[in-house]
């Protein structure tokens, strides 16, 4: 059997194919809405699926600039297809909208993204689908809220903006014993520290706009998983059309190239800033699942290689405290979003977890004085002393 390469040498070479026509060396924008057929009896097997080939971009597999990123990812997720998005929640809604229908049972992480928990409370109810909403970071909880009507089980691990954990190979083994999908946005991990799919989930899905973009320049989303899957998602994708942008595969196979050196230099400078946060008067504690104080710090260290850029800290003196120190950084870049080259800092209860109500907030711990920070690749040291003297002014 042949040798399988490393994650470094996938992410700079797998799905690479030279260009036939004029050899260019990086996979062209295929800057067309529809393709040619030979003869009517290969556009009609294209249509009945008889035969695989392009037919029109919104229909998967879209054009071969979305089929080299979705192989392309796919292989660094260890999954045997992929499919791009518009969106992340492009992808998450084609995802629910293929295996959920009226009277179907949904169970997710009580901690999610802010838009996930919007189209989870709000939307999917609308459609007959009822949604529960645990902490999975105990297992226990999965299990008692499981029932036969349950057919997908959606995590987010780390969780968005806590940084809370949940055990994939756990739960993907209580959704299978239940016939329900387990799905994993692994946005905050990338496939270069968190693989969901070989701890036996049946997807995991990124928000592409975040780490695998790389560079805050792009939306987009990407999912990988099994053939079958895919196949039956294809359909949702051609009817509902969340289709990624030519130049954004384009440049999300460009970042996928980068990701393992840039995903080491946040993981690398979100440890020291994390350390020198805990160190801080200012500062109450600091969720970072490189921490040996984060309560979940050996699950991370089990499913995890590596613990990726993202981490909260709540500073004394709640909302106002919160927001002088978003005043006062001047290197740090005050915006939502995550997963850029440099670093970025929000504060979820005024701003992307606004969307969800106050209780709700409170009992999943997004606090008033919670603060997120996405650790970029610059200099750790600057990044540091940019927080000190913020933190200084508050
Ligand atoms: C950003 C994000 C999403 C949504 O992705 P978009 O590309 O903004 O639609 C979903 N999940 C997580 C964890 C995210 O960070």
Known sequence: MERELKFATKC?????????????????????????????RQGAARFAKEESGYVYTRIPPNTPTHAVLAEKFAELEGGEAGQTFASGMAAITAIALTTLKQGDHLISTDVIYGCTFSLFSEVLPGLGIDVSFVDTSDIENVKRAIKPETKMVFLETPANPTLILCDIAEIA????????????????????????????????????????GGHADLLGGIVAGNKDFMNRMSLVVGYTGGIMGLHEAWLCIRGLKTLHI????????????????????????VRYPGLTSHPQHELARKQMSGFSGMLSFEVKGGIEAGRRLMDNVKLCSLAVSLGATDTLIQHPALMTHACVPLAVRKRIGITDGLVRLSVGIEDSEDIIEDLKQALEAI
């Open 12 to 40: 700079v070479h797998a799905a690479e194919k030279p260009d036939p026509v004029f050899g260019a060396h990086t996979t062209p924008i295929f800057q067309t809405s529809t393709f040619i057929f030979e003869n009517a």
């Open 173 to 212: 083994g209580i959704a299978r014993e239940n016939g329900a999908l387990c799905v994993v946005d692994n946005t905050f991990a990338t496939p270069y520290f968190q693989r969901p799919l070989e701890l036996g989930a049946d997807l995991s899905l990124s928000s592409c706009t975040k780490y695998i």
């Open 262 to 285: 840039r995903m080491d230099r946040h993981a690398e400078n979100a440890m020291k800033v994390a350390e020198f946060l805990e160190s801080r008067p200012e500062v109450e504690w």
